[in-house]
Each structure stands twice: as structure tokens, then as C-alpha cells.
């Protein structure tokens, strides 16, 4: 057990709604990454959180946002939900310093219908 | 770019055979590290083990060792004598310290492994 734990573990929405994923870091990780696991594939990078702020985002359009928490939780929203954002959704914590030693939640399957 | 190819989509083998899995990476960057994730059924990746670039040396912990080669920019990944509960994706995943984004994982596409009793 990491310690980073995401909420829901599943959900199932229709086309056109909106969605919210949350994560709790592990204690004493500052910084929280997410991640976009598509069935068959890697997980993807959408976005990483750090001190309240975005540093840094991959190839996702802004219909995908987030936000963090002053106690380092985090959220992933995701509005006007097409069928391909069915996937996996990943976060992982770490410090600042750690960042190259990530860890990960145990993910939310999301499924659009 | 960073790139990391896991060219074997799916290995079956028999308990107690060894296995290979196979990681190839790109990057222009001098300082970077590599990483192997274990990801079971449940969904959740676990963490194995991470290199950075200046350290070549390979480890073994127990029945998992890794072979890092910067001159075929390969980072492989054995497990001796697999047991059932090695049935899993394998992710390989590559981070630089240069970008905008510290610890940005750059991931494979996984290998599933299939150890057969």
C-alpha cells in the first residue's frame, strides 16, 4: 500500500456530462501527477500539481482541469465527457525533492457511456 | 522526445522458467531516470525499482534483476525461476530532469506477462 488513496473507484457517465476524480497524497508528498491509463496502453501524463498550481501539462485540451488542495489532495475534472475519455485515471504523490520516486493510487475506472 | 518502446505485447511461460522483458528507450537528455511498474489485475501500479542515468550498475533483488546498457539504450528487466503471482502488465518508464515538468513519467506500453502453473 502506497499510502495515495482515489475516490471513486469506479464511475459510469453518459456523453456530454461532467466528472470529478479526487486523490489523497501520501503524507509529506507535496506534489501530485495524474494520469490517463486508455485499456491496452500506458498510462498517458494529463497534468501535474504542485504548491496549489499546474507545472506542467501533457497533450490533453482544457476541457481536462485540476486543482490541489492547501493539504496537497488534488482533483481532476473532466467536462463534456466523450466516449474516448473511458479509461483508467492514475494519480501519483511525491515530494518535491523525490519527484522522480512517484506513487501511485489504486486508480478510478471511469466508463462513458 | 522521450520514448520508451516495450516491444513484446504478451510473454507466456511455464513456472519456474525464466523471463525477460524487454525496454528500449530515446532521450536527449544527459540526466535521466528509468523505472520498471508492475501493474496486477487490481489496476494499481506498483513500484519495482528505479536507475538514473549515471548509474549502470545492475541490480538483483532477489528473483527480479535489471540490466541497464546506455550504449543500446536498453533497460531489462528478468525474472528467474516466475512463479504464478508474477502474472502481470509490465510498464517500463522513462523521466528527465529537463522540461517544464519535473517527474514526468513517459510510459511503454506494457508487456503482459502470463506464468502458467
Known amino acids: 500500500e502506497t499510502g495515495v488513496t482515489q475516490s471513486p473507484t469506479h464511475l459510469i457517465k453518459t456523453r456530454g456530462q461532467q466528472v470529478t476524480l479526487r486523490c489523497s497524497s501520501q503524507s509529506g508528498h507535496n506534489t501530485v501527477s495524474w494520469y490517463q491509463q486508455a485499456l491496452g496502453q500506458g498510462p498517458q501524463f494529463i497534468f501535474q500539481y504542485y504548491r496549489e498550481e499546474e507545472n506542467g501539462r501533457g497533450n490533453f485540451p482544457p476541457r481536462f482541469s485540476g486543482l490541489q488542495f492547501p493539504n496537497y489532495s488534488s482533483e481532476l475534472n473532466v467536462n463534456a465527457l466523450e466516449l474516448d475519455d473511458s479509461a483508467l485515471y492514475l494519480c501519483?504523490?511525491?515530494?518535491?525533492?523525490?519527484?522522480?520516486?512517484?506513487?501511485f493510487g489504486p486508480g478510478t475506472r471511469l466508463t462513458v457511456l | 522526445a522521450q520514448k520508451v518502446t516495450q516491444a513484446q505485447t504478451e510473454i507466456s511461460v511455464v513456472e519456474k522458467e525464466d523471463v525477460t522483458l524487454d525496454c528500449v528507450y530515446e532521450t536527449r537528455d544527459t540526466t535521466y531516470y528509468l523505472f520498471w511498474y508492475k501493474q496486477p489485475p487490481s489496476g494499481e501500479l506498483v513500484f519495482l525499482i528505479r536507475r538514473n542515468s549515471f548509474d549502470e550498475q545492475n541490480e538483483i533483488s532477489g528473483r527480479y534483476s535489471w540490466n541497464f546498457q546506455k550504449s543500446t539504450s536498453s533497460f531489462n528487466f528478468t525474472i528467474t525461476a516466475s512463479q504464478v503471482v508474477d502474472s502481470a502488465v509490465y510498464f517500463c518508464?522513462?523521466?528527465?530532469?529537463?522540461?517544464?515538468?519535473?517527474?514526468?513519467?513517459?510510459f511503454g506500453r506494457g508487456t503482459q506477462l502470463t506464468v502458467w502453473p
Open positions: 501519483a504523490s511525491s515530494s518535491r525533492q523525490g519527484v522522480n520516486e512517484q506513487f
Open positions: 518508464a522513462l523521466s528527465a530532469d529537463r522540461g517544464s515538468t519535473l517527474g514526468r513519467l513517459y
